[in-house]
């Protein structure tokens, strides 16, 4: 149950795009189409964003979109604005008896 | 409105028990798993636990097995976590959360649980 690795902090400019990769095994990422994103403002608790790899909740921007390759999940932000700047973590379905294992996080900083 | 609140947090020494509780409005709790994530003090998010809809079925993070157990009362539309033997590494942050195997959501705001002496 190690933790998916991730970027420490990404950065970009308002408008520009970034991509946040979160890179698990063959047990996890590999194996599941189950990976999930959140976005963390500081003292907030978690907002789901991206679900299923690639789906968006109701009321979450379509500039936030989700991929897999292999085991490697993205997490792409498209237009970026000054209210995406948060924390962003991965998750992905971890095999048997439902457990669950969350990403290292990642910084997102805009200019 | 769906509301998902935590309580139950506090400053306990080493080795010392508490019981989280969550209370859960807007959904219909019966028919969801229920986890609960924790994040310590400037660290990432950890999932801890959940329960299936029944009861019937609970799993742990390896590092919470034998130490902590999960439970819900559907009747009360409320989630627990039994918190035995803590450490300080327990501190954190702790969030409930609805599980639906896709992904969490929504998540409460969370209670603060510090372990010291």
């Known amino acids: 149950q190690s933790a998916l690795t991730q970027p420490r902090s990404v950065s970009g400019s308002p408008g520009q795009s970034v991509t946040i990769s979160c890179t698990g095994t063959s047990s996890d990422v590999g194996a599941y189409n189950y990976v999930s994103w959140y976005q963390q403002h500081p003292g907030k608790a978690p907002k789901l964003m991206i679900y299923?790899?690639?789906k968006r909740p109701s009321g979450v921007p379509d500039r936030f979109s989700g991929s897999k390759s292999g085991n490697t999940a993205s997490l792409t932000i498209s237009g970026l604005q000054a209210e995406d700047e948060a924390d962003y973590y991965c998750c992905s379905y971890a095999g048997s008896y439902s457990l669950r294992v969350f990403g290292s996080g990642t910084e997102v900083t805009v200019l | 409105e769906v509301q998902l609140v935590e309580s139950g947090g506090g400053l306990v020494q080493p080795g010392g028990s508490l019981r989280l509780s969550c209370a859960v409005s807007?959904?219909?709790?019966?028919?969801?798993?229920m986890s609960w994530v924790r994040q310590a003090p400037g660290k990432g998010l950890e999932w801890v636990a959940n329960i299936k809809q029944d009861g019937g079925v609970k799993n742990y993070v390896d590092s919470v097995k034998g130490r902590f157990t999960i439970s819900r009362d559907n009747a009360k539309n409320s989630l627990y976590l039994q918190m035995n033997s803590l450490r300080a590494e327990d501190t954190a942050m702790y969030y409930c959360?609805?599980?639906?195997?896709?992904?969490?959501?929504?998540w409460g705001q969370g209670t603060l649980v510090t372990v010291s002496s």
């Open positions: 959360a609805k599980d639906q195997f896709a992904g969490f959501d929504p």
């Open positions: 807007g959904f219909t709790f019966s028919s969801y798993w």
């Open positions: 299923d790899v690639s």
